[in-house]
């Protein structure tokens, strides 16, 4: 008999007040018993509905089934065939707006907690599978994947296991992308990161790092002096957007990128880190999505006294996870909506020294069906702060673009790709992810590898 219960199964965490001052994972993971309980509560439908809300299509009531039955390794395993980063996404994958959003226990209740479930079984795997990988036969194709963010990472495991010699180059020196440069720590821990990629060397597939293509390798040249038969695009959405108003360029202003990027990749937080980051003691954070969530919840632990979300719609619009802003508030987070900025004052040694906003109405629906935030006439405020953090979204790096020719890309620097295949106008040249969507998440960008990864096997399974 299933799980009746109304209820998930609550996710241990930290303390709030002692996590706000530590990089430790907050959320705990479920324990042997919980995660058997949780498992219990899938009805088993015959129609599958959540499978078809995760765009990797996991066999979810099937890992369900077996985590219920304790056959944890087995969980893995099924996941595996559809996931290339389990331990990835159980973690950071919106599962609320996806799978569990579908799922037929949230009509009267809670739905089962997938994302929760399928952590603890890819946590389990890792801690206790000590096989190596078999390689599988080569096939004489060799492929070039740029980007070792989630649609990099996915796509080259995906050929790999097909028998394609793949090497993955990524610009940094280190691989992972958003995951290890923008995702905390305590959201995200990199040596989970790092096991995920170690799985994907035993594979076979090569990572070479401080590999910029566009300035080291073109397109071109990988495809006709490398031996290349097929190129990828998954180098994400690294270009910052900045909002043009007056002080952006005061010390003191970063966007998201650069200061989670010191503070995840660059160790920011550690004494005698080689790029380091202000020390700020008012921080101001414009933006409600996921990042901007990470970069306040990072000042805080930077020893901010206070950190402030200024952002221009309501609670109801905001587009962070419900679990991301439930999680800043309790640490202390102050969230000023329906507020905008349009300014930023510094002092005599151009440091910041406090930003200016107006209050915002809710209008009519826009175009992303959101209502449209309106000025409310004289209702100018002002924030004292030495630190302000854009987070307003990101653009694909133009680099690329600029040094392919043929490559037919939008007004905004995206790359224009076919929604299934990931085809380009460029023949062989694929494209997934925030390349060219602009950034999105993480199992967005995986499925788009995983797409791009059975149309390119499609293409070269019929060459000699």
């Not at 990828?232 to 910052?240: K, Q, T």
């Not at 043009?244 to 005061?250: A, R, T, V």
């Not at 653009?395 to 224009?416: C, F, H, M, V």
């Amino acid at each position: 008999m299933p799980n009746m219960s109304k209820e998930k199964q609550p996710m241990p965490t930290q303390d709030a007040k002692a996590r706000a001052k530590n990089y430790s994972e907050v959320a705990l993971g479920y324990t042997t018993e919980q995660a058997l309980d949780e498992a219990q509560r899938c009805l088993h439908c015959k129609h599958k509905p959540c499978v078809a809300g995760c765009p990797v299509a996991i066999d979810i009531p099937g890992f369900l089934k077996q985590t219920a039955e304790g056959d944890f390794e087995a969980a893995y395993q099924t996941i595996a065939q559809a996931s290339s980063l389990p331990a990835v996404c159980g973690r950071v994958c919106p599962q609320e707006t996806q799978c569990e959003q579908l799922c037929v226990r949230g009509i009267k209740g809670e739905p089962v907690a997938i994302g929760r479930l399928e952590r603890f079984v890819a946590d389990a795997h890792l801690a206790s599978d000590s096989r190596a990988a078999e390689k599988p036969t080569p096939n004489g194709f060799k492929v070039a994947v740029i980007g070792s963010g989630p649609a990099g990472l996915t796509c080259a495991g995906r050929l790999a296991r097909l028998g394609y010699a793949v090497t993955v180059f990524e610009a940094l020196h280190l691989a992972g992308g958003v995951l290890v440069y923008g995702i905390p720590e305590f959201r995200l821990p990199k040596a989970i990161v790092q096991r995920e990629i170690d799985g994907l060397r035993a594979l076979g597939v090569e990572v070479q790092t401080n590999m910029v293509i566009g300035r080291v390798l073109s397109i071109d040249e990988l495809l006709e002096q490398q031996g290349y038969s097929v190129v990828f695009i998954g180098s994400g959405a690294g270009l910052p957007r900045f909002m043009n108003i007056p002080g952006e360029n005061l010390n003191g202003v970063y966007s998201a990128n650069e200061f989670l990027t010191r503070v995840n990749l660059m160790k920011a937080y550690q004494d005698g880190c080689p790029t380091p980051i202000q020390q700020a003691k008012k921080v101001v954070v414009v933006g409600g999505g996921n990042v901007a969530m990470d970069a306040a919840r990072c000042a805080l632990r930077l020893n901010a006294e206070e950190v402030h979300i200024v952002y221009r719609r309501s609670l109801t619009e905001l587009p962070a996870r419900a679990e991301e802003v439930e999680h800043a508030e309790e640490e202390g987070v102050i969230f000023d909506l329906l507020c905008n900025p349009i300014s930023i004052e510094g002092d005599e040694n151009l440091n910041v020294k406090s930003i200016t906003c107006v209050r915002m109405g809710l209008g009519e629906p826009d175009e992303s069906g959101r209502r449209r935030p309106v000025v409310i006439p004289n209702s100018e405020f002002t924030i004292e702060c030495d630190c302000v953090i854009m987070s307003i979204g990101t653009s694909p790096n133009p680099l690329i673009k600029a040094t392919t020719e043929g490559l037919d890309t939008t007004r905004w620097g995206g790359i224009i790709a076919d929604e299934t295949t990931g085809q380009t106008s460029r023949p062989s040249v694929y494209a997934g992810g925030d390349a060219v969507t602009g950034a999105a998440t993480v199992i967005l960008a995986m499925g788009a590898g995983k797409a791009a990864a059975e149309a390119i096997h499609a293409q070269l399974s019929t060459q000699p």
